[in-house]
């Protein structure tokens, strides 16, 4: 158990909508990753918050967007979806050395 | 634009060989980071190593070391007498000033007892 828990497991939705995936990093961690893995895309970065803030952008689309909460647990928020937004959403927490992930948040668009 | 390239796209190997892992990056940056992840079979990612463009000491730990040669763009990952829950998707990465992050397109190590 990394102690990086993300919420929900699964989530099926339909084209068009919008839903946000929760992350709660380690007990101290003042960073958060977000990544998606995707079979089409592969593994890619979306975003990066350090304590609060925007630390690093990747590729992620417009129609994401992201936070980081007073009390470091980060939200992605993902809207009007495509059926290519279908996707293992990871999350991650770091301390100097080490990055610990999440177990994913599976995401199926309909 | 960064790139991560592994060329290998899947190895299989027997119990107790050792394996290399290549991965060859791109970056015209001087100060970047590598890394290297591993997905079991299970989905869950575990980060192995981050390795900054400064450091060029190989790493060891355990059963697994790192080469990081940048006269050659390479950081190679060798697990040494491989075991079955070697068995994963490696993925390598690079991190460049811009914080941004590429990965690699992964290497399937299939490792049978």
């Known amino acids: 158990d990394s102690g990086v828990t993300q919420t929900p497991k699964h989530l099926i939705t339909a084209t068009g909508q919008r839903v946000t995936l929760r992350c709660s990093p380690r007990?101290?961690?003042?960073?958060v990753y977000w990544y998606q893995q995707s079979l089409d895309q592969g593994l890619q970065f979306l975003i990066q918050y350090y304590n609060g803030e925007e630390r690093a952008k990747g590729n992620i689309l417009e129609r994401f967007s992201a936070q980081q909460f007073p009390d470091l647990h980060s939200e992605l928020n993902l809207s009007s979806l495509e059926l290519g937004d279908s996707a293992l959403y990871f999350c991650a927490s770091s301390d100097q050395e080490t990055q610990y992930f999440g177990p994913g948040t599976r995401l199926l668009v309909l | 634009a960064q790139k991560v390239t592994q060329a290998q796209t899947e190895i299989s190997v027997v119990e107790k060989e050792d394996v290399t892992l290549d991965c060859v990056y791109e970056?015209?940056?001087?100060?970047?980071?590598l890394f290297w992840y591993k997905q079991p079979p299970s989905g869950e990612l575990v980060f192995l190593i981050r390795?900054?463009?400064?450091?060029?000491q190989n790493e060891i730990s355990g059963r697994y070391s790192w080469n990081f040669q940048k006269s050659t763009s390479s950081f190679n990952f060798t697990i040494t007498a491989s075991q079955v829950v070697d068995s994963a998707v490696y993925f390598c990465a690079l991190s460049e000033e811009d914080d941004d992050m590429r990965f690699g397109a992964g290497t399937r190590l299939t490792v049978k007892p």
């Open positions: 007990s101290g961690d003042l960073s």
């Open positions: 970056t015209r940056d001087t100060t970047y980071y």
């Open positions: 390795r900054n463009s400064f450091d060029e």
